[in-house]
């Protein structure tokens, strides 16, 4: 079985459409690398996976482990398994990043974490973050290893990530990418990581590359590959010549 | 009256009450008063700070003190309103709070005013005076009781805070849909002198007007007024303050955070007045406004007479925002889980400076009222 399946996806913000007809195949336990140019879509498709506003629907759907969810509510998709690290995540003023950590943990906000947790947040170096408000003064490396922290700890069995890794410094990316790896593999998640660098393929173990142009996505194996094609030639050529020589091997 | 009676021998009901607004009997505290209707039934300093404060009812501290005639009607004119004069002419005792001189009261003191007869019109006097040098957090809670109807309370409170002395005072209101509400406070600060007064008022109440007023005399004075509003079910709350820089060198902060739903009206009203060449003053409230039938109106106010004076404002007025709450329910809590744990955080104690015990009742009282929402 698919893990996620879109179908003929449109999507729209007060009536004007970003995406028209996307189609997109996640299966089990596979990482994917998604790039695509600034504008394509691609936050507003992973959004739309997470039932986030202001992104409409019109026509199409979403299929998450054989049920459709393209009318479910966020909670309700967090609780199926879905979970979005954001591109750029809200500062909430009087909420602790220590509760917001162990909502995302289900536990009761006056216990405390257990051994195990407290490693983990001294892993993202956050441990003198706790008491602060979400995101609040937060570096943009801060904010993503919060956001990593949170995913890690809902437990999901698939991780959308948007630009994990923008506005990271080496040593976070390398903390972010390699606890993510080990997430995946440990529980056997599928992830879809947008991004525009190539550094955290050093670390995350893909064997699909997609990009999306004009509300079309093309998948390709090797995402190193890919990255250093399009880092090239740009992202229509790459695509092309990719195509073109899948149309080889086809005909062969 | 009698001041030996144990806490313990007060009806329970009146204690469930009374816990309600954060006085519990089990609590550690430095000292309790309870005045119900129109009678003090119980004062009492926890002997730890015997020689460090003194409780005791208004009219018993007449009787015992003569120079406190001096502090009386001192610092508020009783010909200022309706309630003044109603007041001036007769009440029935109300909280005389001494803070002695350098004493470091570490536990808060608590004092409730409670209404449980039908239609009362409660008038009480309270006087605080924190000597030199003291430091004191006082919780004074004022209750009514569900079956007392449309009682109103009139409440006198004329604070001195000497030299170098810190006060933290919280006031929390606990009225009903019926109570109608005229508290009627001034603050002299003197040199070096700190007043930390905080309002909260978060649950359903008829009628709130309030205005109180800090007189900043002192050099290096300084006061903060802290309120933490949550109108509902048709609650009407007209909460202001005023602050007088005089003193070299006096400082004000206003911080408000008022949310609003439920035909409810809040109006934030706040005045700094900068009448010293070397004053700074700045006021700050933030709204939230939750449906389409209430009402927040924010009214801050600056005056300057001389060079020098810094005042400085800044208001937002807003809904929720739609991110964050689908940003908290992406970590799986239900819409209506995201939104009392933002109006929850939003009602932030944090701007009070109080103790430890002190923002854990509060944090309490708010989580309870935010859940219910
Ligand atoms: N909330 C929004 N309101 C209006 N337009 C939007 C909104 N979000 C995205 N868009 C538009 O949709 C297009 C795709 O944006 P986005 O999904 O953020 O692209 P990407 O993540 O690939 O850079 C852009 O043209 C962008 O301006
Ligand atoms: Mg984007």
Redesign the pocket.
């Known amino acids: 079985m698919h893990i996620l399946e879109v179908r003929d996806l449109v999507v729209g913000?007060?009536g004007?459409t970003?995406l028209s007809g996307v189609n997109l195949i996640l299966e089990e336990k596979e990482s994917y690398i998604m790039f695509?140019?600034?504008?394509?879509?691609?936050?507003?498709?992973i959004n739309t996976i997470m039932g986030i506003k202001?992104y409409e629907v019109s026509s199409g759907n979403i299929v998450f482990m054989g049920e459709d969810i393209t009318n479910k509510s966020v909670d309700e998709r967090a609780k199926l398994g879905i979970s979005l690290g954001f591109?750029y995540p809200p500062e909430i003023t009087g909420i602790k990043l220590s509760d917001l950590l162990k909502i995302c943990l289900d536990k009761d906000l006056k216990t405390d974490f257990n051994q195990e947790e407290k490693s983990l947040i001294e892993a993202f170096r956050l441990s003198n973050f706790l008491e602060r408000n979400i995101n609040v003064g937060f570096s943009g490396g801060e904010r993503k290893r919060a956001e990593l922290l949170q995913m890690i700890f809902l437990k999901p069995k698939l991780l959308l990530l948007?630009e994990p890794d923008s506005g990271v410094d080496v040593e976070s990316l390398k903390l972010i990418a390699s606890e993510i790896q080990k997430y995946i593999e440990n529980s056997g998640s599928s992830t879809f990581i947008?991004t525009h660098k190539g550094d955290i393929l050093d670390y995350i173990k893909s064997k699909h590359a997609c990009i999306?142009l004009d509300s079309k996505i093309h998948c390709f194996p090797e995402p190193r590959h890919i990255y250093e094609l399009i880092k090239k030639k740009g992202y229509d050529e790459c695509v092309s010549c990719q195509e073109k020589i899948i149309e080889r091997w086809n005909n062969v | 009256m009698s001041e030996k009676s144990e806490l313990k021998t007060i009806p329970h009901k009146i204690l469930a009450e009374a816990s309600k607004a954060g006085i519990d009997i089990n609590d550690p505290v430095s000292g309790t008063l309870l005045h119900i209707d129109r009678e003090t039934i119980y004062s009492k300093v926890n002997e730890f700070f015997n020689g460090k404060i003194e409780l005791l009812d208004t009219k018993v501290a007449l009787q015992k003190y003569a120079w406190l005639n001096d502090y009386m009607w001192q610092i508020i004119d009783r010909e200022k309103d309706e309630f003044t004069k109603k007041v001036a002419t007769d009440f029935s005792g109300g909280y005389f709070i001494r803070i002695l001189k350098n004493a470091e009261v570490t536990l808060p003191l608590q004092s409730c005013l409670m209404i449980t007869e039908r239609g009362l019109e409660q008038k009480v006097h309270n006087i605080i005076i924190a000597e030199e040098g003291s430091k004191a957090n006082i919780l004074s809670s004022c209750v009514q009781h569900s079956a007392a109807g449309s009682a109103s309370h009139l409440g006198i409170s004329e604070f001195y805070i000497q030299k170098n002395a810190t006060l933290n005072f919280t006031m929390v209101h606990n009225w009903t849909e019926e109570t109608k509400v005229r508290p009627r406070s001034t603050a002299l600060i003197d040199d070096g002198g700190t007043f930390i007064s905080n309002y909260i008022c978060i649950r359903p109440v008829r009628d709130v007007q309030m205005y109180p007023v800090a007189y900043c005399n002192g050099e290096e004075s300084k006061v903060s007024f802290n309120s933490i509003l949550y109108a509902q079910k048709k609650s009407s709350l007209d909460v202001g303050s005023k602050a007088i820089l005089n003193g070299k060198n006096s400082r004000a902060e206003m911080i408000t955070r008022s949310v609003s739903r439920e035909n409810s009206m809040t109006i934030v009203r706040g005045l700094i007045e900068g009448n010293n060449a070397q004053c700074k003053g700045h006021l700050e409230c933030k709204g939230l406004i939750l449906d389409d039938e209430s009402y927040i109106q924010s009214i801050p106010e600056m005056i300057a007479r001389k060079k020098g004076v810094e005042i400085t404002h800044e208001a937002a007025i807003g809904k929720i925002s739609e991110k964050e709450i689908l940003y908290l329910m992406s970590r799986k809590l239900t819409n209506d889980q995201a939104v009392s744990m933002i109006i929850r955080g939003f009602m932030d104690v944090g701007i009070m400076a109080l103790s430890k015990s002190l923002t854990e009742e509060v944090n309490n009282m708010i989580n309870l009222v935010a859940n219910a929402s």
């Open positions: 913000v007060e004007k970003i695509g140019p600034n504008g394509s879509g691609k936050s507003t498709l202001p591109q948007d947008v999306l």
